[in-house]
């Protein structure tokens, strides 16, 4: 069962970028469909982007669509999240999580493996 474990997180001011990193162990990453999904304190874990098997197909929650492009290097057993034009609600724990179904999900229980996530911090 593949291991998940998110890095690239960290504080940034509105208006600013980050890069999230889903990088995989334990099996091959190019066999799953990828999702980053985040959770704010006291709230339910929502749905940000997902990409399929081979990156050919992609999936947007509509607060971050043409802000947030989701990619995979499956040479490299990874999934990078780029974020662009930060807000202050995108503050948020961002997990990523990896289904074989290799469908781009956007509900949470479609997904079997999950890393522990990285806290995103925007300041206003």
């Known amino acids: 069962q593949v291991q998940l474990v998110e890095s690239g997180g960290g504080l940034v001011q509105a208006g600013g970028s980050l890069r999230l990193s889903c990088a995989a162990s334990?099996?091959?990453?190019?066999?799953?469909?990828v999702g980053w999904f985040r959770q704010a304190p006291g709230k339910e874990r929502d749905f940000v982007a997902a990409i399929s098997r081979s990156g050919g197909s992609t999936n947007y929650a509509d607060s971050v669509k043409g802000r947030f492009t989701i990619s995979r290097d499956n040479g490299k057993n990874t999934v990078l999240l780029q974020m662009n034009s930060l807000q202050f609600e995108d503050t948020a724990v961002y997990f990523c999580?990896?289904?074989?179904?290799?469908?781009?999900?956007?509900?949470?229980?479609?997904?079997?493996?999950w890393g522990q996530g990285t806290q995103v911090t925007v300041s206003s």
């Open positions: 999580a990896a289904n074989r179904g290799g469908v781009v999900w956007s509900t949470p229980g479609r997904y079997e493996n």
């Open positions: 334990g099996g091959t990453l190019s066999i799953y469909a």
